[in-house]
Every structure is written in structure tokens, then in C-alpha cells.
């Protein structure tokens, strides 16, 4: 059977680049795309008023006018958007979810609205957010922050497939969190009262940093990663310095698993990612997989 990737769109002009970014997908995974373009009964009442012009009539307009090779099929559904994407995510039951990073409604489109938050929280595929990328950003970056579970092992081997299908380098991060006070007799003495502290003396502790470098070379190494690739480790919040690092490289994507990026107190959906769904600028290529997640 054919794969399977849902697209929820609307009539802005970022529909044009969802349509060919999921063209581009699927054409790699081999899939089916199916458009979805959901209205609420406020859009729906306006447009039979004659207050509004029929929204689906933009998004019609952009496929027309945009190259798609991939088998697809369009669907227009009404109610509330993230209820119409979810429920068709489980009719469907598709590989992949590919979206922009905004409400998918005529009226009251905000930055990263609640449909985006809605699908990401309570679907069970795996997404890619899609984000209109600045001038500045580096097409050829992707920062992939793991820890040492077993979903990790996924993130990597995801990342570097997709790497070498579209020439990236990828950015492996690790980051080890800082409570806001601790004894840190263990790496030599003293007592701080902030995290920061820990943090400026253990990154001066170049024998320790070597060692989680080492450590997360041998990680990347053992899932046979091909694509070219650099370590990066870091200590503190672990939202703030995947932020930091991908602001630094200006890399246009970013591929994580949903939930939080700490060795201990893993929840689906944790702090991180909704941080990051909400802060940052690029693209998010985000990985779904419960049975390794329970692992």
C-alpha cells in the first residue's frame, strides 16, 4: 500500500511553499498527499453571507499555479481546524504531517496558533513545521539535539538519511541540564549557588567535556552516520542552547524527538520542544515513536 502524508493548508501564500516541500517528501517516501484545507463555521457562515470570498478558492489557486509531480488528493472539511487535522490523521493514518507554523484559518492567523500546538500535543505521527526561512539562514545546517535513549538512535539515523538526501551537514548537540544549585565537589570543590556558575567552571574542565565528546561520537558512529557532521556539547537549560546553537549556525532546520532532551523525566511533549516550537526561526523536522520512547 501506498504511503501517506496529510497536509494541512490554507489560502496564504506560504501555501505554495507546503506544497512543494511535501511534493519533495513525497517523492522520496514514495507517498500519497492528501491536502487538507479545514474552515470553521464562522469562515463557513461568511463565505454564504457572500461577506468572504470562499477561502479554498486561494488554496485552489496556489495548486494550480504550483509544479507537483506526487499522486495527491484534495480534501475540505469543516469545524475546528486542529480537530478536522486530527481527525484525519487517524482516518488516514499517515506517515508524516507536513504544516506551516501558523493557525490554518482565515480569521485570526496567529504566529504558531493553537492548531499547530493542538496536532503537535495530541496527534501521534511524526511533523515537519514548516517555517518561511530568513535571507540569513544556511540551507546546508541541521542541528539534531539527542540524549543517550533509545530514541536517539532514531533521531540519528532519521537525520542522516536525510542529510544525504538533501546535502546537509548536521550538528549533533548534546546537552548536559544544570539544577539552579548544586555541589559540584565532584568536579573539583566549591559550592554554587546559580547554575551559571556550574556551568563556566565545568566548561573549563576540558578533561570532562572531552569525555561527553567522545561519548557522543561514539553514539553518532554507532548508528553508521555517512553524512558529514560535527559534536557539540553544552550545559544548562537544554531549550535555551539548542536555541543558541541553531541562532549561531543559522541552520534552517531542526530534527528532535518529541519530548524533552534530558536523561531523566522524559514526557512526551516536554518543555524543550514546545519551547522551541514557539522561539524558533527554522523549520522543525520532529520525530514521533512511542514504542522506542517507552523503551
Known amino acids: 500500500m501506498k504511503n501517506k502524508i496529510l497536509v494541512p493548508v490554507d489560502n496564504t ?66 469545524g475546528a481546524p486542529y480537530q478536522t487535522i486530527l481527525d484525519a490523521e487517524q482516518e488516514f493514518v499517515p506517515e508524516m504531517i507536513i504544516m506551516a507554523a501558523h493557525t490554518h484559518t482565515m480569521l485570526g492567523r496567529v504566529f504558531l496558533g493553537s492548531n499547530t500546538d493542538h ?44 542529510a544525504l538526501e538533501n546535502q546537509v551537514e548536521l550538528f549533533f548537540l548534546y546537552v548536559q541540564e544544570t539544577p539552579e544549585m548544586m555541589n559540584v565537589s565532584a568536579v573539583g570543590g ?60 543559522m541552520a534552517s532546520t531542526l530534527i528532535m524527538a518529541s519530548h524533552s532532551h534530558t536523561t531523566a523525566g522524559r514526557l512526551i511533549m516536554g518543555s524543550n520542544t514546545d519551547y522551541l516550537l514557539h522561539h524558533a526561526h527554522c523549520s522543525m523536522y520532529i520525530l514521533k515513536n512511542y514504542e522506542l520512547d517507552e523503551a
Open 13 to 78: 501564500p506560504v501555501t505554495q511553499d507546503v506544497i512543494r516541500l511535501a511534493d519533495s517528501w513525497g517523492q522520496r517516501l514514495d507517498a500519497k498527499l492528501f491536502f487538507l484545507h479545514a474552515r470553521s463555521s464562522e469562515i463557513q457562515n461568511l463565505v454564504e453571507r457572500g461577506e468572504l470570498i470562499d477561502p479554498k478558492e486561494g488554496f485552489e489557486h496556489y495548486l494550480e499555479n504550483t509544479k507537483c509531480s506526487s499522486e495527491l488528493e484534495t480534501i475540505y472539511r469543516f
Open 119 to 162: 496536532v503537535l500535543h495530541e496527534g501521534h505521527t511524526t511533523m515537519y513545521v514548516y517555517k518561511q526561512p530568513q535571507k540569513s539562514m544556511n540551507q546546508n545546517r541541521a542541528v539534531v539535539p539527542i540524549d543517550y535513549s533509545p530514541v536517539s538512535n532514531e533521531v540519528i539515523r532519521k537525520a542522516d538519511q536525510w
Open 190 to 249: 566549591g559550592y554554587y549557588t546559580t547554575s551559571s556558575d556550574y556551568e563556566n567552571r565545568i566548561r573549563h574542565s576540558s578533561k570532562q567535556v572531552e569525555e561527553l565528546e567522545e561519548r557522543l561520537r561514539q553514539r553518532v558512529r554507532e548508528n553508521n552516520v555517512t553524512s558529514p557532521y560535527q559534536v557539540h556539547i553544552d550545559f544548562g537549560k537544554p531549550y535555551i542552547k539548542i536555541l543558541d546553537l541553531c541562532e549561531g549556525l
